[in-house]
């Protein structure tokens, strides 16, 4: 039903910044508000971790405590989008980052919680 696709992954300098989109079909706009909406990342040899999420509901995100002061997810539901900005970014943040979403998905945090995985974007975090 629902595709997603990743994009504006690359190569960022230490402490440099980036915003990473998520372009979703199968959504009508009328209906795109009643997606939850998430972000995982997949370092070389690890497994896929939590990253941020949007609830459909309206007004809260939620973010792994160790990436809460630095990334912000937002979504644009009338574009089908939604976004990570990350900032101060370090090498331990290189990895392929997921977009993910569930039809009105009320738990947020595990690979389980969302039904539909974009394809990832590789961000790289060196000098």
């Known amino acids: 039903q629902v595709q997603l696709v990743e994009s504006g992954g690359g190569l960022v300098q230490p402490g440099g910044s980036l915003r990473l989109s998520c372009a979703a079909s199968?959504?009508?706009?009328?209906?795109?508000?009643?997606?939850?909406m998430g972000w995982f990342r997949q370092a070389p040899g690890k497994e896929r971790e939590f990253v941020a999420a949007?609830?459909?509901?309206?007004?809260?995100?939620y973010y792994a405590d160790s990436l809460k002061d630095r990334f912000t997810i937002s979504r644009d539901n009338a574009k089908n989008r939604v976004y990570l900005q990350m900032s101060s970014l370090k090498p331990e943040d290189t990895a392929v980052y997921y977009c993910?979403?569930?039809?009105?998905?009320?738990?947020?945090?595990?690979?389980?919680?969302?039904?539909?995985w974009g394809q990832g974007t590789k961000v790289t975090v060196s000098s």
């Open positions: 993910a979403a569930r039809y009105r998905g009320s738990t947020y945090y595990t690979l389980g919680d969302y039904d539909y």
């Open positions: 199968g959504f009508t706009v009328s209906s795109s508000s009643s997606y939850t």
């Open positions: 949007s609830s459909w509901t309206g007004g809260r995100t």
